[in-house]
């Protein structure tokens, strides 16, 4: 364990007053915000890299686009 002092807002403290064990409760909010803050980063990852599979897919499907026409009338 390791001790620390924080300034916090008053709404902030105004909370914590209510609460048994504040060290507890501090941790436990860091965690879910931690955890959250990495389920966005991956969300947003993974939203890019299927923006780029997805422009790679139009891309080859615009070079495939002209040799399907090949030899058709139009």
């Known amino acids: ?3 620390m002092n924080i300034t916090m ?3 902030v403290y105004g909370i914590l007053q209510n609460v048994k064990n504040k060290s507890a ?3 436990d909010a860091i965690r879910i915000k931690s955890r959250l803050e990495e ?3 991956a969300s ?3 939203e890019a890299a299927y923006r780029e ?3 790679d897919d139009y891309a ?3 070079e495939w686009e002209e040799t399907l026409k090949d030899g ?3």
């Open 1 to 3: 364990m390791a001790r």
């Open 25 to 27: 409760y501090i941790a």
């Open 39 to 41: 389920k966005e980063r």
């Open 9 to 11: 807002p008053e709404d």
């Open 44 to 46: 947003r990852a993974l």
């Open 60 to 62: 080859e499907y615009r």
């Open 53 to 55: 599979a997805a422009a």
């Open 72 to 74: 058709l009338e139009e």
